[in-house]
């Protein structure tokens, strides 16, 4: 695998590359990563990774700071995962000059969800994103569907401003008891960590009763809710939406999802579950 800190150095690399499949990271990698690695061999016969801390999609008071970095066994991982390119550029590379130009998603999504709870999220991200997609020009990129919001807000954006990219999802990968694997998880204790997979197991309740009738789901959310708050949870939302848009279901709607979000102690986690 080679590591370009650098723009040119990458685009150097890639000039007479075939078709390039992308998959963009922060790093802290684990098997859902390894996972994408893995299916973007399948889209391309070049395999570019990145691993950049976006500042731009932090808020304030959120964990830009402590966010781990782990650069050494992340190369190891994704190595053995078969990457061919890394691109890890440092701040000054990707941001020489203050970012001014940015990518602002569509109101829908600013103001629903992970949009809601975490203002400019989705606009330092789409920016990012953006920045990446020109530097690594791919034919295809890959993004996990733990982060469901993220990927569909992509896909708008790739449809609205015609960036010639097929963009596919990946499923979250599982630890044995069902929680959705993510760098956060690194942030809990051993006593959270035990805790953790109760969010896995309230959107399962919460599908299971869609998939077997159950038509009021604001009843079905605020139990889910309830129990997480029961068991010291500080839930943002736990919601069923229509799968195309993220918005509030009809109640004959079939093609639905069900997402959540809550902070155990002081590490927010999301997940969500197709229905
Ligand atoms: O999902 C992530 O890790 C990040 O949001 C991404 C897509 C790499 C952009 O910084």
Not at 68 to 95: I, K, N
Request: glycine share 6%; charged share 25%.
């Amino acid at each position: 695998m080679q590591i370009h800190p650098t723009v040119s150095g990458l685009r150097a690399a890639l000039a007479s590359a075939g078709r390039v499949a992308f998959a963009p990271t922060m790093g802290n990698l684990h098997e859902g990563h390894v996972s994408l690695m893995k299916a973007a061999r399948q889209h391309g016969n070049v395999v570019v990774a990145s691993i950049f801390v976006n500042r731009l999609q932090f808020g304030a008071g959120e964990d830009f700071d402590r966010y781990p970095r782990t650069f050494e066994a992340d190369c190891e991982r994704l190595a053995a995962a078969g990457v061919d390119h890394l691109f890890a550029p440092d701040e000054a590379e990707l941001y020489p000059e203050p970012q001014s130009y940015l990518i602002q998603p569509s109101a829908l999504h600013e103001q629903t969800l992970e949009g809601e709870s975490r203002p400019g999220h989705f606009r330092g991200m789409a920016t990012v994103v953006t920045k990446l997609f020109n530097i690594v020009q791919p034919q295809a990129a890959l993004f996990g569907k733990k982060d469901y919001q993220q990927l569909m807000v992509i896909r708008n954006m790739v449809r609205q401003l015609a960036l010639p990219i097929e963009i596919f999802g990946c499923d979250t990968v599982r630890a044995d008891d069902g929680l959705a694997l993510s760098s956060r998880n690194g942030y809990l204790s051993e006593t959270e960590r035990r805790e953790a997979p109760r969010l896995y197991r309230e959107l399962t309740r919460v599908a299971q009763a869609v998939r077997e009738g159950a038509r009021d789901f604001d009843l079905l959310e605020q139990a889910a809710i309830s129990q997480l708050r029961d068991a010291g949870w500080k839930p943002d939302y736990v919601s069923v939406r229509r799968r195309s848009d993220l918005q509030e279901p009809e109640a004959d709607e079939q093609a639905l999802i069900v997402l959540a979000a809550a902070r155990l102690g002081g590490t927010r986690l999301i997940d969500n579950l197709e229905i």
